[in-house]
Structure formats: C-alpha cells, structure tokens
C-alpha cells in the first residue's frame, strides 16, 4: 500500500520560507514559521519522519480507496505515531500532501486527524482568455503569463509556481488560449511552446487543452472548406490530433467557441453544432481528449430575448453529441452578469453531459480594481434547483454527474492571473481563484468557510486580521450588486471595455449589445418582461421554476426585474415601493465599501505595510467608483421615473450629463486602442 509520511520534500511541495516583503506571490502557500511554541512542539512530534511507499496497493486495498487521498494520524503497529498519507493514484499523494499542509496553515490539530476527500467533478480547469501576443481579454492582472515569443528555450519558473498554485487547490486542467482564437496555436512551433508548458504542470497533475478555432483547416491547413462533414477537413483534425498527442500526450483536447460573437463556427456551413463538436470529438477520442463546446452563443440574425437563444439553439441538440462531447454553460444565461438566474441549459439537456462555466475575472463585477468575492455568486448557482427530475436536481448534482452517470465531468473558471506580482492584480483577487479550486474539488463546502480558509492562509492566524476581513469579502459581492445592478437589473455597464455605468448605452451595432435592451426603463416603470407576456424566457424552465419567477408575488425580490416590467410605485416585500427601493440599493452598496474602509484602517498594524495599503488604496477607490455608479444610475432612471430621488440617498456629486461625458482610456482587459 501507497503510504508515506510527509514526501512533501520529495515533491517539492515545501517552499523555504524566506523573509522577504509581502508581496502577495506567496498567494495562500506562505508556509511561514509557525510561532506558537504549542504548537511547534506538536508538528515537530507529528512530522518527524518520511516513509516512502514501499509496495504497490493490493487490489483489494485499491477497492478500499476510493477517495484522492486520505490522511491520517495513526498508531503504526503500536510503536511509532505517524501521519499516514494514503491515495489511489500518485497525484492524490499531492493533494492530500497539499490538505495536510492546509492544515497546519490553518493551525488545525494533526492529533487524531482523518481527513479524507475525493473530487467531485472530475476536470477542474482554468481557462484562460490569453492571447497569443499576450493581451489577455479582461485580464486586469498584467499580461497573459505564458511568454510564446521566448518558449519553448526559457520557460520561466513561475510557471511551476503557477502549477503549484493550482495543485494545491486540486485544479488540474488550463486551457492556455482566448476563446476568441487564433489558429497559430496548432501550428508544430507553437505545439512545442505548448508541450513545454505541459511539461512543467505535468508532475503537478495539471493538463493543458487549447482553444481551437473552427476554421484552423483553411486557416492554417490549406483547405477550402472547414464543413464538419467533409471529409478532408476530418481528415486534417485527425492528422492534428496525431501530431498534438506526438508531443503532448497527456494533451487534455479542446474548448471551441463556434458561431458566437463573429467567431467561425459549423453553422457557417449550414451544419449544427453537434456536427461540428462530434466532428473535433472524433479526432481526439483514440487519444482519450475531449471537446468542451460552449453553448455561449446569440445570434444577430434572431430577433428573440438574448437570454434565449443558447437554449433555443442546443436543447434540441440533446443526445446527439458524442460521448467524449461537454457542453459548456456559462453559470446564467446573459453573460457573467453580477447576479443571473442559473442558465435554462442546466435543467434541459439530459443526454449530455454539462460543464459550468464561471467568470473569475471580474469582468463585470470591478475588474481587479474592486473587491468582489465571487464564492457566494458561484455557489448559488451551484445550489439553484433545475426541478429537472423533481426538488432537488441542483446544477451542481448535474455539473458533478452524479444525477445522469455521464462519462465525464467538468468545471471551467475563467482565469483572473496575470504576470501582476501578485498574480491576480487586487490583493484580495486571489481569493476568487481560491474558491473556484475549493468549490471545483467540493461544491458541498461552503463559501464563507473558504474565504476564511483563505484569509488564514494568505494573511494571518489572528482573529482581529480573519474575522474582519473573511465578513469583509463575504458581503463583497452582494454590495457591488447593489450599487451597481440590483433587483435583477442587468447589462448596464459602460460600453466596450465594461467597467463602471451605462444604462444610456443605446447605440451599439447589435440590439442586444444596448443597455436600454436589457433594463427598458419607460414612464411606467423598469425591467425585462420575460414572462408569457413578454419573451417568454420562463418556459425554458422547469413549470415549478417557472411558475415560481413568472409570479410577481413568488418572484425574488433579487430577480425581480430580470424577470418583470415592473411599474415605479409598485410595492415591493419591504414595503417600499420599486424607485425606493431600487435608491436604498444603491445607497446601501456605497455605505457597505464605506463601512469596509473602515474596517481595513484598523488592520494597520496587524498586516503587512505593503498589502495593507494596496488595499487600502482600491478601497478609495472602489467607494468612488460606487459613488459614480449611484449617482449615474439613479439620475438617469429618473429620467424616467420623473421622481425625487429617495430619502436616505445622497446627492449626487455631479449631474447626469457628467457621467455621461465621462470617458475612461486604456482599461485593462479590453482590447480597445483607447
Ligand atoms: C463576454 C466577453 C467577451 C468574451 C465572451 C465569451 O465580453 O470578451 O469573448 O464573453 O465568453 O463576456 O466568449
């Protein structure tokens, strides 16, 4: 049997604490010198020595273990106390070694510890929007880490570092390139950058997978056609499978973005996406690699709600694609938006197995300029009830597959890591890769508890650092829904690069690329009507939802105008009416990032100098940026309302026609040249 004691040193696992400034590369693996002298004696008691696995687990002990790994602290054949790691497969030595360090972390007794764990979804993976000159899209943490231009001769050491990071929060797949792909990244020079890259995660348990575009057989193979159904272009992914696999052979497959956003697609040929998933899926199944075929999809030619147009094109494509197929969903059916419903796809295609996607670069939720921690957004939808096959069908019980028994499962984050020191740009950013990791390995954990984990871990054991900042990050999220787009309200940002207001946005080429889309403030009041007497967008759910959101009265207060039209004096649980309310929001969010300034002062002397003030400069930061975004809001819906701005709410700072006016240059993330 696998059992070891500690082979942390063996896999590298250790960082030698060195004193230096804190900068925040450590992330949540500072592994600093415990200094409690009962504890110290402890550790030093357990962690004496390494065992090496010695046999190879028996069958039936094989059968035992089912989880990753276990750990425990036992009596080994009464002589000598040991901390036994034990794991069916050599990563789970990793992760549990990872687990166990957590622990100490976290300064949690090894005394009678059994910890025991197992993922649930079987491929948790970062996918990173970087483009091949580095730009990443909505990346705010400097450039894309992987340097193309210098692989495959100087591969930089933080990319272990990066895989590190990954392995101990049990994320074992990249995808490496933009979904809004350049074929160049299957081309054999940049397939040798790619395997080197692969080699370094490799003994981290990390996988990469590309982004591939549709078109890469004429783009780059010389062909005429990308038709899924002709042959030559079968052919040319085969050929392409081979010659990846050749250097990569652990090479984890694709994700496609197809006919979205201008991106080719098989429907450009008349096929569906079936046929064009089934296709690439075909090539890579001799392999063992998947294709992760996202269903982000709307199109200009439809004029229906945007909200339904992903359902409309893939349900009916249910159990059509191949079994080394995934459907990748974004977590709501819009586009990342700070509060969505969980998209209609979860409870709808039963024959295929369903990724999540989720954003943890805050594209609409402050870029890495604000605090938004995203574990309360991911859990909810996670835990939302498709009622697909009665209460209880959660999205994660779909997502993990332990509702349909699919062949695999998988989890998509979009990475928020840059070449920033810090990696993530925000201090606090590091947070949302945390719990996408945690969350991506146990959906059953909760978010609260994850923040807390890593406040221990990334800045100190104290109860005056933990308590204050893990509440600070816990009410992060819902404080930029509020002052930003509460009550259901949606895709009002400012155009193009997406941060801050603008739910004047009405000039944009496509409908349902406008603001005034989205919110449709009129004279008699503000929201998208998507029941029967609107789009209709209700019936893609199951009748106990639908019934639920489609009623005013059962509708929550939070959905409510994702949902609804909804008349300015009607009168909302609170008692208030919609304009109050709505005011009240966008108050309470400001004095939320208020109250956390603060908050943060108090810490002066108990975080580090460095951290302490780069936070403490994006809070001031984000309180004006929430200003801005009350104050634009609520002066522009008046324009509607026609009514006196609610008690409680603070004067804005400027007129309407300021905010207006006001141009943001050189955003990060954005590719735009202004
Ligand atoms: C939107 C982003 C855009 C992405 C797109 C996608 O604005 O940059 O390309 O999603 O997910 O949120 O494909």
Known sequence: MYRLLLRLLSLGVVWIAVARGEDGYRLWLRYDPVTDEAKRREYAAAITEIVL???????????????????????????????????????????????????????????????????????????????????????????????????????????????RACASIGINGAVLNNVNADA???????????SALAGVFRPYGVRVYLSARFSAPVEIGGLKTADPLDPAVAKWWQDKAAEIYRVIPDFGGFLVKANSEGQPGPQSYGR??????????????????????????YDDGVPDDRAKQAY???????????????VQIKNGPIDFMPREPFHP????????????????????????????????????????????????TTVAKIVDGSQDLHGISAIAGVANIG????????????????????????????????AEEWVRQTFANDPRVVKPVTAMLLASREAVVDYSMPRGLHHIMAEGHHYGPGPWVDGARRADWNSVYYHRADAIGLGFDRTSKGSNALAQYAPEVARRWSDLATCPDELLLWFHHVPWDYRMRSGATLWDELGRHYQSGVDAVRSWEKTWDVLADLIDEERFYHVQALLRRQERDAREWRDACLQYFQTFSHLSLPAGV?????????????????????????
């Open 53 to 163: 696995p010695t046999t190879a687990p028996t069958r039936a002990e094989r059968g035992a273990m089912r989880p990753a790994f276990a750990a425990r602290d036992e009596l080994l054949a009464g002589i000598r106390d040991l901390i036994l790691l034990v794991a069916n497969r050599d990563i789970g030595l990793l992760y549990g070694a990872f687990a166990l360090l957590r622990e100490i972390q976290l300064h949690r007794s090894l005394t009678n510890m059994n910890l025991v764990s197992a993922p649930r979804i079987q491929r948790r993976v970062l996918n990173h929007w970087d483009n091949l000159n580095r730009i990443a899209e909505r990346g705010y943490a400097g450039q894309s880490l992987w340097e193309w231009f210098q692989l495959p001769d100087y591969v930089n050491p933080r990319y272990r570092d990066y895989a």
């Open 184 to 194: 160049l990244i299957l081309t054999a020079p940049y397939l040798q950058k790619v």
């Open 272 to 297: 569906t996406h079936a046929d064009g998933a089934n296709l690439i899926a075909d090539a890579l199944a001799p392999y063992g690699g998947i294709v992760m075929w996202r269903a982000f999809v």
């Open 312 to 326: 409309n094109e893939f349900q009916p494509l249910d159990g059509k694609f191949h079994s080394n197929v995934i």
């Open 345 to 392: 796809l979860f409870g709808a295609m039963p024959h295929t197995p369903l990724a999540l996607e989720v954003q943890i670069t805050q594209e609409y939720l402050g870029a890495s300029t604000q605090l938004a921690y995203l574990g309360p957004l991911f859990k909810e939808c996670m835990d939302a009830d498709t009622f697909r096959n009665g209460p209880g």
């Open 419 to 450: 070449t920033d020191r810090n990696w993530c740009g925000h201090p606090l950013a590091a947070a949302n890769w945390y719990v996408y990791g945690r969350l991506a390995w146990d959906h059953t954990l909760g978010a609260d508890a994850i």
């Open 650 to 674: 603070e004067a804005p700072e400027h007129p309407l026609d300021y905010y207006r006016a006001h141009t943001l240059h050189f955003v990060p993330g954005s590719s735009s040249i202004k």
